[in-house]
């Protein structure tokens, strides 16, 4: 782009900042806190045809009324609010576009107060960033993650093209967040920008670049199914491999065993027993599942050892997952006797009153 060219359009943005801020002024005076600039005018990565990204601020339900949508000089603009709610998402890297909020450039303040909260607000957002990589940034990658296999399901639901490739888009996105989340870092410029910056990471599922192209070239819903269940599996791989990495891994304790070993056998235990029993299948089914879940918890909560019982659930053979669970329950008794936990058994009332009521 030509230096005049250039000028022109931050001239013809300038006259546009400047009549919402005018607005504001004028007829929100008490509704809008903040407008700052973000986006590609902000990052000087822009073309003749970008539009202008203000983040307004709002404090009232009556500061929306500034926001507008139209076409101005070929190009479409659209002028919205943003919560402070939002704004507080970002400083816990808890939803995209951190750097709109990191990296915003202030225009206009209506109260030296407000610019104070933003200032807190970015340097929270900071602060994090600069942790560099812990359980909560594995955490946040996970949402993005859960929301993935979401999309992952809806093409498996569909077998119309145009939805199955959709969907294989929200995938990608969803896993590209989740990658940045894995580094606890955020992007600095809009999404023709990505795969440059995710080039710089330490960390990316192997093939990253090779299995994101492979959802975009794929041509039949088979493909594209399977190019996004590989992008999938290879980010989990990366998840899972920086959880080993960088979280401090749960060890059972004498107080964090407290009642987990009651609350299985109240749970779980004889509901198996009762379902199997009566050769139920469908009860057996769900209690089984029931009871693996709550291995799951306690092995994510607590460190305890991980078992796989769904594995053993057979409906022609139920007395199987039975068995497994009770060795399972066994094991867990040998827990609380590791770190000197008294199982709460009571084959009285009176005992069990005496200790409940001491």
């Not at 990471?201 to 090779?210: T, V």
Request: hydrophobic share 35%; glycine share 4%.
């Amino acid at each position: 782009m030509d230096t005049v060219l250039k000028q022109k359009l931050i001239d013809k943005n300038q006259k546009l900042i400047n009549m919402v801020i005018e607005r504001a002024k004028r007829d929100f005076p008490e509704d809008i806190a903040l407008i700052g600039l973000t986006g590609s005018f902000a990052t000087n990565d822009f073309h003749e045809k970008s539009d202008l990204d203000l983040i307004i601020v709002n404090t009232t339900n009556e500061g929306w009324g500034i926001g507008a949508g139209f076409i101005y000089d070929d190009v479409g603009y659209d002028i919205y609010c943003t919560p402070w709610s939002n704004l507080e998402k970002k400083a816990e890297l808890d939803c995209v576009g951190v750097s709109s909020l990191t990296d915003l450039q202030v225009l206009y303040s209506a109260k030296p107060e407000y610019l104070e909260r933003l200032n807190a607000l970015r340097d929270k957002a900071l602060q994090k960033l600069a942790e560099g990589i812990t359980g909560d940034s594995i955490k946040r990658a996970e949402k993005h993650i859960d929301l993935a296999k979401q999309d992952y399901a809806d093409m498996l639901l569909s077998n119309q093209l145009g939805d199955v490739r959709l969907a294989s888009s929200g995938l990608a996105y969803n896993l590209i967040n989740s990658i940045v989340s894995l580094n606890n870092t955020c992007f600095k410029r809009g999404i023709k920008r990505y795969l440059e910056e995710m080039a710089t990471y330490n960390y990316l599922p192997e093939n990253f670049e090779k299995l994101y192209t492979a959802i975009i070239n794929a041509k039949s819903t088979h493909d594209i199914r399977e190019a996004s269940r590989l992008l999938l599996s290879a980010t989990i791989a990366l998840r899972d491999k920086l959880w080993q990495k960088y979280v401090t891994k749960p060890v059972p304790t004498h107080e964090n065993l407290k009642g987990w070993y009651e609350e299985c056998w109240c749970n779980n235990r004889n509901k198996l027993i009762a379902s199997t029993s009566i050769k139920d299948k469908s009860y057996a089914f769900l209690a089984a599942a029931s009871a693996q879940n709550y291995c799951d918890e306690m092995t994510k909560q607590l460190g305890t050892k991980k078992y796989n019982l769904m594995q053993k659930f057979d409906s022609d053979n139920l007395t199987k997952v039975q068995d497994a669970f009770l060795q399972i329950i066994d094991e867990y008794a040998q827990e609380y006797e590791k770190v000197g936990r008294k199982i709460e058994r009571y084959n009285n009332f009176e005992a069990l009153y005496n200790d409940y009521m001491k």
